[in-house]
């Protein structure tokens, strides 16, 4: 009879825990996480993002499940279902059906041992982060590599991704530069590195919308190839990746002795994987020596 009790009272820890996530709770300070934490703990819970394991215990060193997992980051970051059939995880009624559900019509491939009930480790937490942050966004990378001192340990599958949130400053290595790749990610890693992308996804959107006309962006030079020839070069700089690039529309002969380049702005097309890296976009034309050269946005 006790042995039943006992197993009771765990299956009761375990419910509450690995729900905690996702039940309604009033706003307060957790007595467990303290300083910085504690200020980007109480900024998730604010938003019904995360919760605590009790009114006054949020359990940081806890471990994060993969139901956990998912529904934290589609929940923080906002990803949104898509109309799709032969979906693996539609039709549950869990409460993390329908997290795992959006995340699988967005595209994001969870790791091949993945179970809701078992614990994710920090690279493949990593990986589904940014898998999710991509669904987001194109964002811009430096082309960079990050050394880092355990990562001949980790899964080469999800390297890249923790690279991609070194770079993006969502993840970060400890004093000796070790990432703990197969460590189990606890849930205040997992809340950091959450709190970390929505904030990188926020400001990077918030910058977009600062964004001045595009036509005093697109720079031109005039290099001579021959005495009768000049080479115009069309440069469109510091693009997020080369798909968002520049051609000649056409060019206009004015009477007057002026040549006018009017040229086109592209946007990448759906579907394609370009290299997220910072840009400088080309296109050139040639035109006569004896006309000058003015550039022009065709509307």
């Known amino acids: 009879m006790r042995n039943n009790q006992k197993k009771m009272v765990k299956m009761a820890a ?3 825990l690995a729900s905690s996530l996702i039940m309604p709770a009033a ?3 957790f007595s467990d996480v303290n300083e910085q934490d504690a200020e980007i703990v109480q900024s ?5 993002w995360i919760q605590g394991v009790t009114k006054d215990k949020f359990a940081p060193k806890s471990k994060l499940t993969g139901a956990q997992g998912v529904h934290l980051i589609v929940q923080a970051l906002g ?3 898509q109309v799709k059939t032969n979906l693996k995880y539609t039709g549950q009624s869990q ?3 329908t997290s795992l559900r959006i995340a699988e019509e967005n595209g994001i491939e969870l790791p091949e041992n993945f179970t809701v009930n078992g614990e994710l480790t920090r690279e493949e937490f990593a990986y589904i982060l940014r898998q999710a942050i991509n669904t987001t966004g194109n964002y811009p990378l430096i082309k960079m590599f990050i050394e880092v001192a355990d990562g001949d340990q980790g899964t080469a599958l999800y390297s ?6 070194l770079l993006m400053k969502i993840a970060a290595l400890d004093s000796k ?3 703990y790749p197969k460590n189990s990610i606890t849930r205040m890693e997992a809340t950091r590195m959450v709190y970390n992308a929505v904030e990188y996804v926020n400001k990077y959107n918030d910058s977009l919308e600062e964004v001045k006309p595009i036509k005093d962006t697109v720079t031109y030079n005039v290099e001579k190839v021959n005495d009768d020839i000049n080479k115009v070069i069309l440069t469109r700089p510091n693009q997020s990746n080369p798909g968002y690039g520049i051609r000649v529309a056409k ?3 004015t009477k007057q002795g002026t040549a006018i380049v009017y040229y086109e702005l592209l946007s990448p097309e759906a579907g394609s994987d370009y290299p997220q890296v910072i840009t400088d976009t080309k296109t050139e034309t040639y035109i006569s020596s004896e006309y000058k050269v003015q550039i022009e946005l065709l509307l």
């Open 27 to 29: 706003a307060s300070a």
């Open 177 to 179: 530069n070790n990432f």
């Open 160 to 165: 890249g991704s923790i690279q991609n949130l």
């Open 14 to 16: 375990g419910i509450v």
């Open 44 to 48: 998730m819970q604010h938003k019904g």
């Open 95 to 97: 409460w993390y059906a």
């Open 79 to 81: 990803l949104k279902g």
């Open 251 to 253: 060019v206009e002969f």
